[in-house]
T-cell receptor, first 111, second 113 residues
Framework: SQQGEEDPQALSIQEGENATMNCSYKTSINNLQWYRQNSGRGLVHLILIRSNEREKHSGRLRVTLDTSKKSSSLLITASRAADTASYFCATEQDSGSRLTFGEGTQLTVNP | EAQVTQNPRYLITVTGKKLTVTCSQNMNHEYMSWYRQDPGLGLRQIYYSMNVEVTDKGDVPEGYKVSRKEKRNFPLILESPSPNQTSLYFC????????????FGPGTRLTVL
């Protein structure tokens, strides 16, 4: 299976609710990144968390990293319909030359 | 405007007809990469380039070629396309390899009949 695996595969919530997506990985990493993709379009970088960091915030986004469990979570607070998209985690392994993407979580925020 | 461009955006072709998908970035990035995206499989890396004249295989390089003669361009070549190469292709670049965010192009939807 892929290095990064998101959970759940799909998530549907109401506007204003919080959305939490999880990512698990298998090998040691240098950093973990989260990307967003609107339907059929290119990915957009959201946030990067390094292996020596445990939590990071950017606006309504909060990312946590637990290297002992090889997992990360992305929390989107006070979600909006415009947050509807697929969210991918990507890990950079020790070699530092490549990112490996998971299969993504499809988030639907209903107005 | 800083961006990664790809051409064409959509392409329908037939088995065996050589094609090239171009990718260009205007950010003076050293690192460039090609991915394909398929339902249920996420993004898989095809080839990447750490700098001019330096390319390396990703996870799914079979059936593809790349070149990096100039810093800004990283074309993807399909010498003899087959139907299993029908996919959505993305080019991406970053300032350096490793701990850097990647900037993605808009994607090229390729159908091989």
């Amino acid at each position: 299976s892929q290095q990064g695996e998101e959970d759940p595969q799909a998530l549907s919530i109401q506007e204003g609710e919080n959305a939490t997506m999880n990512c698990s990985y298998k090998t040691s990493i240098n950093n973990l990144q989260w990307y967003r993709q609107n339907s059929g379009r290119g990915l957009v970088h959201l946030i990067l968390i390094r292996s020596n960091e445990r939590e990071k915030h950017s606006g309504r986004l909060r990312v946590t990293l637990d290297t002992s469990k090889k997992s990360s979570s992305l929390l989107i607070t006070a979600s909006r319909a415009a947050d509807t998209a697929s969210y991918f985690c990507a890990t950079e392994q020790d070699s530092g030359s490549r990112l490996t993407f998971g299969e993504g979580t499809q988030l639907t925020v209903n107005p | 405007e800083a961006q990664v461009t790809q051409n064409p955006r959509y392409l329908i072709t037939v088995t065996g007809k050589k094609l090239t998908v171009t990718c260009s970035q205007n950010m003076n990035h050293e690192y460039m990469s090609w991915y394909r995206q398929d339902p249920g499989l996420g993004l898989r890396q095809i080839y990447y380039s750490m700098n001019v004249e330096v390319t390396d295989k990703g996870d799914v390089p079979e059936g593809y070629k790349v070149s990096r003669k100039e810093k800004r361009n990283f074309p993807l070549i399909l010498e003899s396309p087959s139907p299993n190469q029908t996919s959505l292709y993305f080019c991406a670049s970053s300032r350096l390899a490793g701990t850097n965010e990647q900037f993605f192009g808009p994607g090229t939807r390729l159908t091989v009949l």
